[in-house]
């Protein structure tokens, strides 16, 4: 088998099993909807005829099986019963699991067979909902004599292929892209079209035929493409050949590729900037004739090439982003599954879906939210709502959206919120803070994401073993991202995390204090302002009155352990404590390629760039700056 084929199959398939799951979440809040029983039957049907064709049989067992459901379902049948969701959902969650260790790099003949409580739940579906008509009865005895005689055959052809030169089936869609359905018929050896009266007959008693065979795993037998199905199929893709529509056309790129050739673009920028100090210096001087011609028609070519290499940046960048709602999408079974097993009624509303972010911010974010949301369905929500005053069914909110360059990610319960005080004395408690530490609301609200931290006195097997927030706090911070808590005592609670649209290219304020060249992110500066020779101080710190309110200064330099010199410039910081961040001078703005550091670890530095001169630049961690400059290091050495 061609790695590639199985490679595109895998891809593919799991986008199709992810939209399955969301349509089964759907389907069991508007179980009257054809257009979503339609939707999964055909999904399954096409994961069906990939997974023939590349020899998975425990994948094709599972989809026939389920294949079967639907079709009753669709047909009128039966019912829509929670019994037929459950197995429809357990039923994509395997083909999902099998999908991602082929992804992984599992060899396809270690894969397990189909578990024999997946096959009992689905069989249980199949023959309490799909009845099938006493006229059948005859030509559907038929079918496992058919199905022994040919058990990898498709009796008629996959929907919406066309025909071929030589009279056969081309086993390309219209867009280009492998029909698995036509591919799977076409080595199979599908013969085209059955006679009506035995279609009929297969379609009406799936389920017999199914358990006459006596091998619900084996492949599946001689089925013929249900006519409701294809109908749609075969229409939309006779719409797309049509001359007038247009259909948009995409390729798949391996990811490494993609991050060398932005590498490669940012560079050129950074070249190209470079280049444009250096002409600026160079039209200083005074040219004549030949001379000044020459730089004349330079300075023409160097502003093209920068325009061109900003438009390759820009083009690469957006190669890259990626829609939440490719992260989002996997929530809401997780949010049902588990709220199900606590004993909770929790209804998820997502919202933001289409905002974009960097993809390797999309992947990393899984985990950290999965425990926020596991976090606020165990410790968030109430059991007896009723006795707070509030309706039996609770709301947990994932939102996104885009503020300036950043992308803003909330999590939101309306349960019962959190105790300071509580919080308080339980870190103390368990010895991860003094006495005199976290004495503010909010400093209070942030113990959570201490490392061992808990509310739970008994572990469970959803929390309560210290382990969770703090792994979330370190994976946002990872991506020069922020996270903070905010709640309110029998309100609910919410999580709030920042993070770059784009990891690799920042906006910057480049700044020099103590001779060295330093980049702040334009996302946590409000403004500049000129500092006096002294200062009022509260506590012994020093302060300077804006706007109306005190603020306390922070010299950048003495914050980064540098020997503090003369700052007389502020920068007015926009986190939720202001400050003012004083530096020795401001020398502009910059969008700046990041390189992160990784070989050591430098308090409050995240990584380095070039300026447009060529001088090597020191960038300023975004959480770093959003704590007050208060390090890491020194807050865990502390606990």
Same mark, same amino acid.
């Given at each position: 088998?061609?790695?590639?084929?199985?490679?595109?199959?895998?891809?593919?398939?799991?986008?199709?099993?992810?939209?399955?799951?969301?349509?089964?979440?759907?389907?069991?809040?508007?179980?009257?909807?054809?257009?979503? @029983?339609?939707?999964?039957?055909?999904?399954?049907?096409?994961?069906?005829?990939?997974?023939?064709?590349?020899?998975?049989?425990?994948?094709?067992?599972?989809?026939?099986?389920?294949?079967? !459901?639907?079709?009753?379902?669709?047909?009128?049948?039966?019912?829509?019963?929670?019994?037929?969701?459950?197995?429809?959902?357990?039923?994509? %969650?395997?083909?999902?699991? #099998?999908?991602?260790?082929?992804?992984?790099?599992?060899?396809?003949?270690?894969?397990?067979?189909?578990?024999?409580?997946?096959?009992?739940?689905?069989? #249980?579906?199949?023959?309490?909902?799909?009845?099938?008509?006493?006229?059948?009865?005859?030509?559907?005895?038929?079918?496992?004599?058919?199905?022994?005689?040919?058990?990898?055959?498709?009796?008629?052809?996959?929907? %919406?292929?066309?025909?071929?030169?030589?009279?056969?089936?081309?086993?390309? %869609?219209?867009?280009?892209?492998?029909?698995?359905?036509?591919?799977?018929?076409?080595?199979?050896?599908?013969?085209?079209?059955?006679?009506?009266?035995?279609?009929?007959?297969?379609?009406?008693?799936?389920? &017999?035929?199914?358990?006459?065979?006596?091998? +619900?795993?084996? @492949? +599946?037998?001689?089925?013929?493409?249900?006519?409701?199905?294809?109908?749609?199929? #075969?229409?939309?893709?006779?719409?797309?050949?049509?001359?007038?529509?247009?259909?948009?056309?995409?390729?798949?790129?391996?990811?490494?590729?993609?991050?060398?050739?932005?590498?490669?673009?940012?560079?050129? =920028?950074?070249?190209?900037?470079?280049?444009?100090?250096?002409?600026?210096?160079?039209?200083?001087?005074?040219? &004549?004739?030949?001379?000044?011609?020459?730089?004349?028609?330079?300075?023409?070519?160097?502003?093209?090439?920068?325009?061109?290499?900003?438009?390759?940046?820009?083009?690469?960048?957006?190669?890259?982003?990626?829609?939440?709602?490719? !992260?989002?999408?996997?929530?809401?079974?997780?949010?049902?599954?588990?709220?199900?097993?606590?004993?909770?009624?929790?209804?998820?509303?997502?919202?933001?879906?289409?905002?974009?972010?960097?993809?390797?911010?999309?992947?990393?974010?899984?985990?950290?939210?999965?425990?926020?949301?596991?976090?606020?369905?165990?410790?968030?929500?109430?059991?007896?709502?009723?006795?707070?005053?509030?309706?039996?069914?609770?709301?947990?909110?994932?939102?996104?959206?885009?503020?300036?360059?950043?992308?803003?990610?909330?999590?939101? /319960?309306?349960?019962?919120?959190?105790?300071?005080?509580?919080?308080?004395?339980?870190?103390?408690?368990?010895?991860?803070?003094?006495?005199?530490?976290? #004495?503010?609301? /909010?400093?209070? !609200?942030? @113990?959570?994401?201490?490392?061992?931290?808990?509310?739970?006195?008994?572990?469970?097997?959803?929390?309560?073993?210290?382990?969770?927030?703090?792994?979330?706090?370190?994976? =946002?911070?990872?991506?020069?991202?922020?996270?903070?808590?905010?709640?309110?005592?029998?309100?609910?609670?919410?999580?709030?995390?920042?993070?770059?649209?784009?990891?690799?290219?920042?906006?910057?304020?480049?700044?020099?204090?103590?001779?060295?060249?330093?980049?702040?992110?334009?996302?946590?500066?409000?403004?500049?302002?000129?500092?006096?020779?002294?200062?009022?101080?509260?506590?012994?710190?020093?302060?300077?009155?804006?706007?109306?309110?005190?603020?306390?200064?922070?010299?950048?330099?003495?914050?980064?352990?540098? &020997?503090?010199?003369?700052?007389?410039?502020?920068?007015?910081?926009?986190?939720?404590?202001?400050?003012?961040?004083?530096?020795?001078?401001?020398?502009?703005?910059?969008?700046?390629?990041?390189?992160?550091?990784?070989?050591?670890?430098?308090?409050?530095?995240?990584?380095?760039?070039?300026?447009?001169?060529?001088?090597?630049?020191?960038?300023?961690?975004?959480?770093?700056?959003?704590?007050?400059?208060?390090?890491?290091?020194?807050?865990?050495?502390?606990?």
């Amino acid at each position: 088998m061609d790695d590639e084929m199985l490679k595109d199959f895998v891809v593919e398939a799991l986008d199709l099993a992810t939209s399955v799951e969301e349509h089964l979440l759907t389907l069991e809040r508007h179980p009257d909807d054809l257009e979503i @029983l339609n939707a999964v039957f055909r999904a399954f049907h096409t994961i069906k005829g990939g997974a023939g064709f590349v020899n998975l049989p425990a994948m094709v067992s599972a989809c026939h099986l389920t294949e079967n !459901l639907f079709d009753a379902l669709r047909t009128g049948k039966a019912p829509v019963t929670p019994l037929a969701i459950e197995a429809a959902l357990q039923a994509s %969650g395997f083909v999902a699991d #099998q999908l991602n260790e082929l992804a992984n790099g599992a060899d396809p003949a270690s894969l397990a067979s189909m578990p024999q409580d997946l096959e009992d739940i689905l069989t #249980q579906a199949i023959e309490g909902n799909a009845a099938a008509p006493a006229v059948a009865a005859p030509a559907a005895a038929a079918a496992p004599a058919a199905s022994a005689a040919a058990p990898v055959s498709a009796a008629a052809p996959a929907a %919406g292929s066309t025909p071929s030169a030589n009279g056969g089936a081309s086993v390309l %869609g219209a867009d280009g892209s492998l029909d698995w359905n036509a591919l799977y018929q076409a080595v199979s050896g599908g013969t085209g079209e059955v006679a009506p009266v035995a279609a009929a007959a297969v379609e009406a008693a799936p389920a &017999e035929a199914e358990s006459s065979s006596g091998h +619900p795993k084996s @492949l +599946p037998s001689a089925t013929p493409t249900p006519k409701p199905a294809a109908a749609p199929v #075969q229409a939309r893709r006779a719409t797309d050949n049509q001359p007038g529509n247009a259909k948009e056309e995409s390729i798949r790129i391996d990811a490494g590729k993609l991050d060398a050739l932005l590498e490669v673009a940012g560079e050129s =920028v950074q070249a190209a900037n470079q280049a444009a100090v250096l002409l600026e210096k160079l039209q200083q001087f005074k040219f &004549e004739g030949t001379a000044a011609s020459l730089m004349s028609t330079l300075a023409e070519t160097l502003g093209r090439a920068s325009r061109y290499s900003s438009e390759l940046q820009r083009a690469t960048l957006s190669t890259r982003m990626q829609p939440v709602g490719r !992260l989002f999408q996997k929530f809401p079974r997780l949010v049902r599954e588990l709220a199900k097993d606590l004993g909770k009624d929790v209804d998820l509303a997502i919202s933001g879906a289409e905002t974009e972010v960097d993809r390797v911010v999309v992947d990393s974010l899984y985990d950290p939210l999965v425990h926020m949301l596991r976090n606020s369905l165990d410790h968030g929500i109430e059991t007896d709502r009723g006795a707070a005053g509030k309706p039996n069914k609770a709301t947990i909110s994932l939102k996104a959206w885009q503020e300036a360059s950043s992308v803003m990610i909330e999590i939101f /319960d309306d349960g019962k919120g959190m105790d300071p005080d509580f919080l308080r004395k339980k870190a103390i408690g368990k010895g991860l803070i003094g006495e005199h530490e976290a #004495q503010s609301h /909010d400093e209070a !609200l942030q @113990l959570v994401f201490l490392p061992g931290f808990s509310t739970k006195e008994v572990a469970s097997s959803v929390s309560g073993r210290g382990v969770g927030m703090d792994v979330v706090k370190t994976a =946002v911070e990872k991506h020069r991202g922020t996270i903070r808590i905010d709640s309110t005592l029998g309100v609910g609670t919410r999580f709030s995390i920042r993070l770059p649209i784009e990891l690799s290219i920042i906006p910057t304020m480049l700044v020099r204090t103590a001779g060295a060249a330093l980049a702040l992110p334009m996302a946590v500066v409000e403004r500049v302002v000129e500092l006096p020779a002294e200062f009022d101080e509260v506590g012994g710190a020093p302060v300077l009155r804006d706007q109306g309110r005190p603020l306390p200064v922070h010299s950048l330099a003495g914050v980064l352990g540098y &020997e503090p010199g003369n700052e007389r410039v502020g920068i007015v910081m926009a986190v939720p404590h202001p400050y003012i961040l004083s530096v020795g001078a401001v020398e502009g703005t910059a969008d700046l390629v990041i390189k992160p550091l990784t070989a050591i670890q430098t308090n409050g530095i995240t990584g380095t760039a070039r300026s447009a001169e060529g001088e090597l630049v020191l960038v300023v961690g975004l959480s770093f700056l959003l704590e007050g400059c208060r390090s890491a290091a020194k807050a865990v050495a502390q606990v």
